[in-house]
């Protein structure tokens, strides 16, 4: 099971962003991902490995962590930034996915 | 450029069925296995099923297994579910996604939507 928390965090453009994963068992890091979803569209991996960003991803955004606890961090928010962000871990079968947390303009 | 397009998404009865499909291109389809993942509203997608590229191994979430059976098409480069007995937990956003193995889902499609109401 995969915990994200907070479920809403509420912040003004060019503040800096930490989202949690707490992880209900041990992950390897090279196993936890992170996406970002935008209404109507599909999750964007941002990303993979706990710490490596994607291609074209920016590097505001940050992943960090190990074992059971896990973070995303934006360094400072861009309009584009509003949106929600789950994680994923792909060590054990079936893939999990975390429930969200959502980034709003404040 | 990657392009996974979903259809044959819609409103569907109780206990009904529905058959989704996904056109591949960009990539050698035969070479990759696929997965469909769904959505719920309001929460994080979920994975469903995923078919070797071979075909030879099929894997079902235990929400669907009875249910649904993924299939692929090599000549036309598609990926389908057929979706049967469908309930009201299974309203949801579809998604294909091409399978990386041990890396996450870098290629999604748009999404189709599926809704099981009376």
């Known amino acids: 099971v995969l915990t994200q928390s907070p479920g809403t965090l509420s912040l003004s453009p060019g503040e800096r962003a930490t989202l949690s994963c707490r992880v209900s068992q041990t992950v390897t890091s090279s196993y936890l991902a992170w996406y970002q979803q935008k209404p109507g569209q599909a999750p964007r991996l941002l990303i993979y490995?706990?710490?490596n960003r994607a291609t074209g991803i920016p590097d505001r955004f940050s992943g960090g962590g190990s074992g059971t606890d896990f973070t995303l961090t934006i360094s400072r928010l861009e309009p584009e930034d509003f949106a929600v962000y789950y994680c994923?871990?792909?060590?054990?079968?079936?893939?999990?996915f975390g429930q969200g947390t959502k980034v709003e303009i404040k | 450029e990657v392009q996974l397009v979903e259809s044959g998404g819609g409103l569907v009865k109780p206990g009904g069925s529905l058959r989704l499909s996904c056109a591949a291109s960009?990539?050698?389809?035969?070479?990759?296995?696929m997965t469909w993942l769904r959505q719920a509203p309001g929460k994080g997608p979920e994975w469903v099923s995923t078919i070797s590229s071979s075909s030879r191994s099929i894997y079902y979430a235990d929400s669907v297994k009875g249910r649904f059976t993924i299939s692929r098409d090599y000549s036309k480069n598609s990926l389908h579910l057929q979706m049967n007995s469908l309930g009201a937990e299974d309203t949801a956003v579809y998604y294909c996604a091409r399978d990386e193995g041990r890396f996450p889902f870098l290629h999604w499609g748009q999404g189709t939507l599926v809704t099981v109401s009376s």
């Open positions: 960009g990539f050698t389809f035969s070479s990759y296995s």
């Open positions: 490995g706990a710490s």
């Open positions: 994923q871990q792909y060590v054990r079968s079936p893939w999990t």
